[in-house]
């Protein structure tokens, strides 16, 4: 099967009515604030919130009845699982998926929920798919790859289809890579029909894979990432010369990035959106000159995070824009120093979330004590105004390092 405008459009058919329709939304908000017409292209409203629906269906409906009756196995750090285990169910095909064992919790139970049987094997993406791949060959199923497939190319490609329906005008279009199934089938539909739209890859800094193996640089190490879905080791041997040909360039985006477009989501737009799904808004947010002023469409390709990750990102984001902030207050370690040092807190406007002496840890004097604070604040300039207050009354304020960035 070769990978071109017909066979996504067939893809296209064979989906019609079998996968959402996802809709292109234009965010006036984030256009607002990065200085760009900002499209989202929403994947996260897909049955298994992720794009992958879309090609894992494509290859399921080629196999033949003898291939479906065999059953097919899939190996996945989530996404790819959900969307097997879910149409093959739906369609009766029995369906093993090999997940890494540190893959989320959520997406382990969601793919378990679809119906599949789940094996949790290996360390990394490629020990799973090792095991998978000799599981295969000794129960004669069918591997269903995650992107190194021209049926599953052709229907990550429908989403291509869909923005051009939906967004004519685009002059830039920002998608996330893993190992390339989805931004090759894209830039394929789209590059068909408008070939002046630029196309935009975008990978973790801390999974660089497609990034160096596009300009002919050896692997590197790869370090854990918040974007898990696309932290692929080995791209695809179909996915890269349609990338080279026809995408412009690839932009790596660092974690404390992708974490601040994960939590910008979830603030501006009130959307769940996992690593790999914001990876492209880390990319605009990081890259901002680049893209002012045009028309940029982001596929927000899966939502699939996990709860505790996601409160730990919003956490994060809070201390990061000190609206949580971590403050050691020194004190002579007698009556009434407490009470006046949050009631000042409480005139100035902060909320105090926790409490703590510290005397055995303290460098302060032993007739000193120094209590810590973790307060909640409006933005940057209340947090400066509470200190300021602390300090104008005669107390000694410290931020706490790691806790507010410092600054103060």
Do not use: W
Request: hydrophobic letters at 50%; a negative charge.
């Amino acid at each position: 099967m070769t990978i071109g405008l017909a066979e996504i459009q067939a893809a296209a058919a064979a989906l019609d009515g079998q996968v959402v329709r996802t809709p292109c939304l234009p965010s006036a908000r984030l256009s607002e604030v990065l200085g760009a017409e900002i499209t989202l292209k929403l994947e996260t409203l897909q049955h298994s919130s992720s794009f992958k629906d879309r090609g894992a269906l494509v290859k399921l409906l080629s196999l033949t009845p003898e291939e479906r009756a065999r059953g097919v196995i899939a190996m996945s750090a989530g996404n790819h699982a959900q969307g097997v285990a879910y149409h093959a169910t739906r369609l009766g095909i029995p369906a093993i998926i090999v997940m890494p064992r540190l893959t989320p919790f959520v997406k382990v139970e969601k793919t378990t929920q679809f119906g599949a049987k789940v094996m949790l094997e290996g360390d990394s993406v490629d020990e799973a798919a090792d095991y998978a791949h000799k599981l295969a060959a000794a129960r004669d199923l069918v591997f269903i790859h995650p992107y190194d497939d021209p049926a599953i190319i052709a229907g990550q490609g429908t989403i291509g289809l869909e923005i051009l329906a939906d967004v004519p005008e685009l002059e830039v279009l920002v998608v996330p890579i893993g190992g390339g199934g989805l931004i090759a089938g894209v830039a394929t539909a789209v590059k068909a029909q408008q070939p002046a739209i630029e196309i935009v890859g975008v990978q973790a800094a801390a999974c660089p894979s497609m990034h160096r193996k596009r300009a002919g640089l050896p692997e590197a190490p790869l370090r854990p990432t918040i974007a898990e879905g696309i932290a692929v080791r080995r791209p695809g041997e179909l996915t890269l010369p349609i990338i080279r040909a026809l995408v412009g360039d690839i932009l790596l985006v660092e974690e404390d990035a992708i974490e601040a477009a994960i939590l910008t989501l979830l603030e501006v737009e009130k959307l769940v959106v996992e690593g790999a799904g914001a990876a492209g808004l880390a990319a605009v947010m990081t890259e901002r000159a680049r893209f002012a002023g045009r028309r940029v469409g982001l596929i927000l390709c899966g939502g699939n995070i996990d709860l505790r990750l996601l409160s730990v990102v919003i956490l994060r984001g809070l201390v990061h824009s000190k609206r949580l902030i971590a403050l050691q207050v020194g004190m002579p370690d007698a009556p009434g120093n407490l009470a006046k040092a949050a009631a000042l807190i409480g005139e100035a406007g902060g909320n105090i979330l926790e409490v703590e002496h510290q005397r055995a840890f303290s460098p302060l004097s032993i007739k000193s004590t120094g209590v810590n604070f973790i307060l909640e604040t409006r933005n940057a300039a209340h947090a400066t105004e509470v200190i300021t207050g602390l300090r104008a009354a005669g107390f000694e304020v410290r931020v706490l390092e790691g806790a507010s960035g410092g600054g103060f």
